[in-house]
């Protein structure tokens, strides 16, 4: 976001408590679980998802403002809000980031401190599930090297991204492995 000013964030709306480092508005807009059901059954939603026992969407009013001023506007979620995106507004660009190992994974949770062990275990656990979509996508970008993954993004952005579709040999054995780690 830093090196491409043009690209909007949407601040997505959740069910979830505020962690201590978050601002309501920048991060996220914080609401009740019933103000969520409200604006589900008002179709305020772009796409909307429950994931790990909170709901997470992002506002269709911000997306329509967007579009409608000529604004590119990235969208951080996960594969189920992906698919209802997809549904939506099929000339969207989808990403699916891949870490590099399921060791990595692990270390990148425990890292961020915000979750207990057992979320963190939860986590792991439903992963495999999570990372077995990223063949819906049309990029995978693989973050192993932090800069690396941010040119890698960066040429998705700017149309120079064609030897990162999702279906390249290294994504298939690797998704393999992340899926299936014992087999």
């Not at 967007?66 to 698919?83: C, P, T, V």
């Not at 990403?95 to 979320?119: C, H, M, N, W, Y």
């Not at 990162?164 to 492995?177: F, K, W």
Request: aromatic share 8%; net charge negative; with cysteine.
């Amino acid at each position: 976001m830093e090196r491409e000013p043009r690209i909007q964030f949407s601040v997505s709306y959740t069910t979830r408590k505020p962690r201590p480092n978050e601002i309501p508005g920048r991060d996220y807009h914080f609401v009740s679980a019933e103000r969520f059901q409200e604006m589900i059954a008002n179709n305020e939603f772009l796409e909307h998802a429950r994931v790990f026992d909170n709901c997470y969407g992002t506002g269709v009013r911000t997306v329509q403002e967007a579009l409608s001023n000529g604004e590119e506007l990235l969208l951080e979620i996960d594969w189920q809000g992906a698919r209802q995106v997809r549904a939506r507004l099929p000339e969207a660009c989808s990403i699916f980031i891949l870490p590099p190992s399921r060791q990595a994974l692990e270390q990148r949770l425990k890292g961020r401190s915000t979750d207990s062990d057992e979320v963190i275990q939860r986590r792991l656990r439903d992963a495999a599930e999570d990372l077995g979509h990223w063949s819906e996508f049309d990029y995978v970008v693989i973050n192993d090297r932090f800069e690396q993954a941010i040119e890698d993004l960066r040429a998705i952005v700017e149309n120079r991204g064609s030897h990162l579709v999702a279906q390249r040999p290294e994504v298939v054995h690797l998704a393999a492995r992340l899926v299936n780690p014992g087999g």
